[in-house]
Structure formats: C-alpha cells, structure tokens
C-alpha cells in the first residue's frame, strides 16, 4: 500500500508500525499525502494523533502525611500475592534502582528513545527533575518492604517498564511529561509481544495505562481498537478515567483510552480513615459568621495559622490575573460563588495566589487541590454564613477568616468518589468508569534520594493511582484464577466490586477482589450503551453476552426492571441455564416514551441471579444529545482565488465540534467524522478530499491544494468545498459551503 502510494505522489514514512493489537501505522501528513491515504481502498480511516498525559500528582516526601491519614487500599487476598503474573506499565521512565520496586523489574522497553530501557529521564533543562509517574505507580502495584510494612497491592507480581511518556519539547519552546496517542498505542502492542517476535505467548496478563489522552473517550478509534485487540490476545487494559471532574448529563470528561468498550476504567474513590481539620473563625467586626472546627479540603493540610482577608470570586472567571500580570487574590482568602466547587474552579483561584479557598457549602470528599504541591486551606462555610459574608463584602465591610494548624480527623467522605474522578458515558453512550479504587494520598516510590542517602517516598492522588490499584487487583485475581481470560477479569473485577447501602445500584462500585474471585457468571459487556434517543418512542438495543466460567450448571434469572427510570426494558430471555463453558447471547430492547431535559441521559440497569450465586447488575444508559445547535463555526478560507499549489496551499480553518455546559462541568460533543468534499459551483460532487475521524471539539486546518478527489489538477473556473460535521451520538449532520475559484 506504502509503495502504491508513493507512486501517486504522497510518500509516507511511517514512525510507529503496528502488527498485533490493530493493522496500522502513524505518520506525519501533509495536505496531499493526508487526502491520497484517505481515499486509499486500503485505509479505514486516517485519526488525529493527541497527546497523552500522567493522570496522577505527587506529594514528594510525604509519607508521615500520609500514615496520618491512614488511606486504605481495600484491594487485597489473603494467600496470593500477584507471583507468576506480569503487569505492563505504560508510563512514564521509571527508577530501576529504587529498592521498593527494584526486585519486581523486568527489562524495560522504551518507545521514545530504543536505546534507553525505560528508565527515569531528567529534566534536559533542569537535571534534578526526573520522570516519577512510573516510580510511583509502580509502587502501588507491586512495591515491597517498604518503611512501617509499606507494600503495594501485589507484591510479587513482575512490572514489565515500557516507557511511553516522558521529557519532550512543547509548544512554548520548553519541555514537558507527556507521550503521543501513537506512542502509546505502540506501548500496549508492546505489552502483548514484549520480544517483537510475533508469538504472543508471552504477552503481559496485565497492562497499566498510568497516561491519559484529556476527553477523548472514544469507542472505535486507535486506542480502543488496541485495547479490543489486546483483549483477544489476553492481556487487559487497565486505564484511568481521568482527573478532569464531572461534566454534563450526556458526553463529557472520560479520558482515553477510558472510553474504550474493553478496557477497564477506574475512576478514583476516598478511603482515607481520616483526613485534614482545623478551627476556623469567620466574621467581621463583631459579627461572627462561623466558629468551630471544619474539614478541610486538599491532600496537604496547612501547619500553622494563618488569618487573611476575604474577598469575592466572580462567577464564570477564567483569570484571577489582570492585564498587566497581577494577582488580583495574592495573599487573600477567595469566597466561590455558589456552584464552583470543582477542582477546576479552586485550581484556578491557588495558581493565582490566594491563601485560602472558601467554598459555598461542604467540602466535597477528596482532594480538590489535587494539582497543588503548596498547604492551601480549602473550607466549606454554611451557604447562610456564606451569603451574609457576600452581603458585607458588597457594602464594604472587611471580612476576616482565620485558620488554625490542621489535625488529622475521622473522614466524613470515606468511600465516596472524588470529585476530581472523571466520570459520565464514553462517547459511544456507555457508562464509565466501570470501577472506583483508592485514589487519594496513597503511599509509594519516588524516585532518587533524601539528602541522608535513604529512598524517597511520596503520596500520590489521582485516576492513575487508581488504576494502578486496580492492576493490582486484577493481578491477584488472575493468580488466584487463571481459568479468567482478560474479558472474564474485568467483568469479575466489575461484579465483584463493592457498593455502600443507598448508593445508585447502577453507580460503579469499589474493588473487592476478595468477592470477584468467587465468580461463576460472567457478562462480557460490564456496561451497555443502548444508544441515543431523539425523540419519544424511540426504540433502541443492544446485545448481552453471559458465560459461565464454573465448573457446574448455572440456573440464571435476568430482570430489566430492577433499576432505573424513564426506559422500558424487554429482553429475549429472562431465564438461562448454562453449562460450564458455555455462553449464551441475551437481546436488550429499549423503548423510550418521554424524553428528558435535553441534553440529558437515562440509565438504569438489568439484574442478573444466578442461582445459589452472587447476583450483580449490568448498569446501561441511553443519552439525549442537544440536536439544534450548530457543530462548525468560522468556516474560512484564507483565499478565495487561487493557483493551484501543493507548496502554497489555501488553508481552510474550521472550528468543529462544541462545548456546552458550564466551565464547572463542560458538556462535549465530538465528531465521528470531518469531511472536506469538493463539488462544483452548482452543486455537483467531485469527490471528498479529506476525512478526519474521532474529532474532538477545537480549531482544525486543512490544505486546499487545487487538485480534486483523485489529485488531479482543477481546470480555472467556481467552486466550493464542502464541510460535513457528523457528532457522536448519531445525531443529524452539519454542513457549511465555501466558495472559491481557481485561476
């Protein structure tokens, strides 16, 4: 195919070639060679490349911190211990000669530098700076004989390195952590053939994905066709969801490869016995607004006391800067509008400077400094307390906060989500993450030395953490199970998990390999996406596969009514008797007789009994995109009249795509496609010249050469290129004309 191609003018070098997980290649295009691989009969389709980032944040020697906060990792079997079991790490260089993970190194494979082994970079531009994410990691998945009895989650599972991210130049001429998406995709064809011989025997049972590609949960693109196919080769995917909080109703913040259909997302759960409190005093003058102890949010507690004036926040800020450069907060304790307690919202306030947070009611459970290093007291004030604050602060009179030195406390979000957890449906309409796992202060490697010569430590927060816990997890269960296949693990980690009293049976539940390893009954989809509805009546489905992975016969009831609302359920089968080994497929109809709010989504879920068995629920959803809003913007050519040129091409820029919502919690609507059709001036077709696929929302720009579909040469004379914007969801495409004539 390279060579047919070359021989029509668009010579390709590919950079990364895949072989194993999907039949592929990346490379960089220009604006021929991109529209000549596009029409190839050979091409299904021609994707973006994104970059992909570490999805958790250190606190680097704060293990004492930590111990006070005594965070649990619920993921742990008695009498195994992860031995025989490879996890791949797709990650970040790593410290080959920390002693906590030392032991548990296989020899590392490096993408971004082949003669490197995957070991922990510096910083080129600062060399005290190395690489950590992997260090840290790795640690919880499988560190040993740590200080006070610290341990990761299997101990004698073997970590197979495979460096995807690190040190690299960005765009303000600096460098930066980060990987590509074609970089990771080569780590995962790694993990399944680890020696590049073809045989994929000795593939990792497990592969951690530590990095996250920001939003882009889709279902059907690189990443998730790799994750299918490391499925089918055994190995499972474990990735987080991401660390961007909760978005709207339908399609929002999952992070990919999060949104792939087989792989395992994990979004992240507080388990700390105890977190941060400190005596708080609010008032002005002699009025006294608040006095007592409150919780506090943030991973790091500040340690002494403080006292600062407060002022207002604005609703919808974006910059706490002015336009010389000044911090309008510095030095100040900042009182959020009512709504803005988000990661986002208090990150934006810290990064500028304020001393302290002051948030319109309880502090949500976690971490909501989850990206700051430095002790910023986080405090929820009574939303009455908070508005008679606002109403004195209007008619300019000061307010006060003062803070004491933070202790440590009972924690009254134990086994709640964290609110920095991305969560919500992929963009194929399913419901992610699948799974919650420890995500806050979790003890771990870091790399290099203290200055007395002994290893470092950190407590690390995020959907990364997470999923390394999980891994961990998921390494126990496949010691403990080796008659599991990767699709079995993950539904056996899935079903198993634990769900506290009065939480949303259709939420995802927290990991209990302790349960999961008692499983006989298996559904290959741990979640259904049942579609999109756009209108009352609509008639959806999907199909649900169940296996029996004992060793006797199964007697199984299915109920579509045991959760949810605003759906009406029918399967094709209700009752199943199943053989050991045996399958058997389950048709799922939906009918939707009134719509919700738009954009809106409804869910439930179908419960399965097994008889003499652990039942469990096959959460689904049904999402109800906003239809009626435009998905192009600023459609321009930058010349109207032109020679044709493939040197000096017109640029055609277009803003594809949408983001709705609020800054606080964002509604995306991507694209399944981008078309660039050529026709003539009347309207008739002459061919597409590009298509793009999984377009996330953003500015995009394409080369108008003067050839047509074919890259043939335009004779002079009008015509006009046509934009095609199809969303996800299935929802009616948008098109924008623009003219312009060849000289």
């Known amino acids: 195919m390279l060579k047919r191609l070359a021989l029509e003018g668009a010579p390709i070098t590919p950079e990364e070639s895949y072989v194993r997980v999907l039949n592929g290649f990346s490379a960089s295009l220009d604006a021929r060679s991109m529209g000549v691989l596009a029409r190839d009969r050979d091409v299904a389709g021609v994707f973006a490349v994104h970059a992909a980032y570490p999805a958790t944040v250190s606190q680097s020697d704060a293990v004492a911190l930590a111990t006070q906060a005594e965070t649990e990792t619920g993921a742990s079997l008695p009498g195994f211990d992860g031995r025989g079991v490879v996890v791949a790490l797709l990650d970040t260089g790593i410290d080959v000669s920390h002693p906590f993970i030392q032991p548990r190194l296989l020899p590392g494979i490096d993408i971004l530098d082949p003669t490197a082994g995957a070991v922990a970079a510096a910083n ?35 970590i197979l390195p495979i460096r995807v991210a690190g040190w690299q130049p960005d765009a303000t001429g600096g460098v930066a952590i980060y990987g590509r998406s074609d970089q990771l995709l080569a780590g995962i064809e790694a993990s399944v053939d680890p020696d590049r011989n073809g045989d994929a025997h000795d593939a990792a049972r497990i592969a951690l994905v530590g990095v996250v590609e920001p939003d882009a949960a889709f279902a059907d693109g690189p990443l998730a066709l790799a994750c299918a196919g490391a499925s089918i080769l055994d190995t499972l995917v474990v990735a987080p969801a991401g660390n961007d909080g909760a978005a709207g109703p339908t399609f929002g913040t999952i992070s990919g490869p999060g949104g792939a259909p087989a792989a395992l997302t994990v979004g992240s759960v507080d388990r700390r016995l105890r ?21 506090l949010g943030g991973t790091t507690p500040p340690s002494g006391t403080q006292t600062v004036d407060v002022i207002s926040g604005y609703p919808g800020r974006l910059s706490y800067f002015d336009r010389h450069g000044f911090s309008a907060v510095a030095g100040k304790a900042v009182l959020l509008p009512p709504g803005m307690t988000s990661r986002i919202g208090v990150q934006r306030v810290v990064a500028a400077g304020a001393a302290a947070v002051l948030i319109d009611g309880a502090v949500p459970p976690g971490a909501l400094g989850i990206e700051q290093s430095v002790a910023v007291p986080v405090v929820g004030v009574p939303s009455d307390a908070a508005a008679r604050a606002r109403e004195l602060l209007a008619a300019g009179r000061p307010v006060a906060l003062s803070v004491g030195a933070a202790s440590f406390r009972p924690n009254s979000g134990y086994g709640t989500a964290a609110p920095f957890t991305s969560s919500g449906l992929a963009f194929d309409g399913r419901p992610k993450p699948e799974l919650l796992a420890s995500g806050v202060d979790l003890e771990t490697s870091d790399p290099g030395l203290r200055e007395d010569g002994s290893p470092r430590y950190a407590t690390v927060s995020g959907s990364s953490a997470s999923a390394a816990i999980a891994a961990g997890a998921a390494a126990l269960l496949a010691q403990a199970r080796p008659d599991l296949d990767a ?252 003219p312009f004539r060849i000289r």
Do not use: C, M
Not at 140 to 158: E, F, I, M, R, T
């Open 275 to 295: 977190s941060p409190a400190a005596h708080v005093f609010l008032g002005s003058g002699l009025e006294v607004l608040l006095t007592g102890e409150q919780q």
């Open 124 to 158: 080129p531009l600062a060399p005290d700076q190395f690489e950590a994410h992997a260090t840290e990691l790795a640690g919880l998945v499988a560190g040993a004989d740590g200080p006070n009895g610290l341990h990761g989650v299997a101990p004698a599972a073997s």
């Open 487 to 738: 699709a079995a693990l993950k539904a056996a980690l899935v079903q198993g998990s634990d769900r506290a009293p009065g939480v949303d049976r259709g939420a995802p539940g927290i990991v209990d390999v302790a349960t999961a390893v008692s499983t006989e009954l298996v559904a290959d989809s741990s979640t259904l996406a049942l579609g999109s509805a756009f209108g009352e009546g609509a008639q959806l489905g999907a199909v649900l596969t169940l296996r029996n992975v004992s060793r006797r016969w199964l007697d199984i009831t299915l109920d579509p009514a045991a959760a949810g609302s605003g759906a009406e359920l029918t399967l094709t089968e209700t009752h199943v008797v199943l053989a050991p080994g045996t399958d058997a497929v389950v048709g799922v109809l939906a009918t939707v007789p009134t719509l919700p709010a738009i954009p809106g989504v409804l869910t439930g879920a179908i419960r399965v009994i097994p008889q003499f068995s652990r039942a469990f629920r096959v959460p689904w959803a049904i999402a109800v995109p906003v239809l009626r809003r435009p998905l192009l913007a600023r459609v321009r050519l930058s010349q109207t009249t032109f020679v044709p040129s493939d040197v000096n091409p017109a640029i055609l820029d277009v803003s594809a795509g949408r983001v709705d919502g609020t800054i606080e919690q964002p509604q995306l609507l991507p694209l399944t496609t981008l078309d660039i059709e050529l026709l003539r001036v009347d309207g008739r077709p002459l061919g597409t010249l590009v298509t793009l696929r999984d377009v996330l929302p953003g500015r995009y720009r394409f080369g108008i050469t003067g050839r047509d579909a074919k890259g043939r040469l335009l004779r002079p004379g009008s015509y006009q290129v046509r934009v095609v914007a199809t969303p996800v969801g299935g929802g009616p495409p948008g098109s924008v004309d623009v």
